[in-house]
């Protein structure tokens, strides 16, 4: 029968173009995950940079920036809108804070965040920089890269991250995956991003549904059951008691640091190095001679490019935390009023324009 062969035909002949069609668009997306702008690698990372040119594009003339870099512990940590109010009330000049802090962050994000910043043409003002002791650890730096290739690095960066330490194999899975089935590997960051309706009930981090204009993701609700906390810790201890069994602070990652510190002062931003508040479990797994060898290296870098410092680890009772590392939104606000009383540095820096140019792009 003709028209049966002709109607199966034309079936062949869609199936073939809806083939094509579906294969030239996922080589499209995978190439634009694999070697376009950072926003396209790490959603996550293109959602605040949006928010923050949206806050950037709504601000005075003459406003100066200040963006909080670090991990989820600065990510819930401070309140950015709650630290613009309070400073706008004692400055003569327009500021606007963000937290670009994001999860899993660690001292090679803080520097890839800013050198992604940097080249995207948004230069700092003020940088707050989370500084944590496990950042210092013999194993923070190797942590950090794996956390990045899970979620999102391009094939330009990996060039220049892996001077830090081993890369995955570029050939493996858990590299490539986010190049050959991009839409699940960052399902959630483009859930949060297009559908949050559709987002896990997770009150926090990677999965959680929001963070607010400012970038802060606050940990709401009620504390933790002393039985739900309680094992809490002992998942925390798990993960980052083995952080301080080393007897010196790695060089790795005091490479990182230093690279991050001189990449601000080649930039021209002024930094406030930042010690997040810690619950006394936390406190008490840090040995004191560690603590004391992380604070006598950062006191020295303050002293060498002319930094401040902020140590607010032991700033909060315990009641006011979700966990050891993570605190409750109203230990962030108090943690924020405190933290804005201490930030002098602030209110005396010279006048700066909100946006300014762009890095030289990465070789």
């Not at 002709?6 to 083939?19: E, H, N, P, V």
């Not at 923050?52 to 512990?73: F, I, Y």
């Not at 391009?154 to 493996?172: F, H, K, M």
């Not at 804005?340 to 030289?360: F, H, N, Q």
């Amino acid at each position: 029968m003709p028209g049966a062969h002709q109607m199966a035909k034309t079936s062949r002949a869609s199936l073939a173009w809806f083939l094509l069609a579906s294969g030239l668009i996922h080589v499209g997306l995978s190439a634009l995950v694999g070697w376009g702008p950072a926003e396209f690698h790490d959603p996550l990372y293109g959602e605040k940079l949006a928010q923050l040119r949206g806050r950037m594009a709504r601000a005075e003339t003459g406003a100066r920036l200040v963006v909080v870099l670090g991990s989820s512990r600065a990510l819930t940590g401070l309140n950015a809108q709650l630290l613009e109010h309070r400073l706008t009330e004692s400055v003569d000049h327009p500021l606007v804070i963000y937290n670009f802090a994001v999860p899993g962050g660690g001292p090679v994000t803080e520097l890839l965040l800013l050198h992604r910043l940097l080249e995207d043409g948004v230069r700092p003002d003020w940088l707050i920089l989370e500084m944590w002791a496990p950042f210092f650890a013999e194993t923070a730096v190797s942590g950090n890269l794996e956390w990045l290739e899970s979620h999102g690095i391009g094939i330009q960066e990996r060039s220049w991250l892996a001077t830090y330490g081993p890369l995955a194999d570029p050939r493996s899975v858990t590299t490539v995956g986010g190049t050959l089935v991009p839409w699940y590997r960052h399902r959630f960051a483009l859930l949060r991003r297009f559908a949050r309706r559709l987002m896990p009930s997770i009150p926090w981090g990677v999965r959680s549904p929001r963070f607010d204009e400012g970038g802060w993701e606050a940990i709401g609700g009620e504390r933790p059951e002393p039985e739900l906390y309680a094992r809490l810790v002992e998942i925390d201890r798990s993960a980052i008691e083995p952080f301080f069994q080393a007897d010196r602070l790695a060089p790795a990652s005091r490479r990182v640091v230093g690279d991050l510190l001189a990449l601000t002062k080649r930039h021209g931003i002024r930094v406030v190095l930042t010690l997040f508040p810690e619950a006394s479990d936390l406190r008490g797994w840090c040995p004191d001679d560690y603590r004391d060898r992380v604070m006598a290296d950062l006191q020295a870098a303050c002293r060498e490019h002319d930094f401040d410092l902020i140590d607010g680890h032991d700033w909060l009772p315990d009641e006011q935390f979700f966990d050891p590392v993570h605190v409750m939104a109203a230990g962030a606000n108090d943690f924020t009023d405190r933290f804005a009383d201490r930030l002098s540095p602030l209110r005396g820096d010279a006048a700066a324009e909100v946006a300014s140019r762009p890095a030289d792009r990465l070789r």
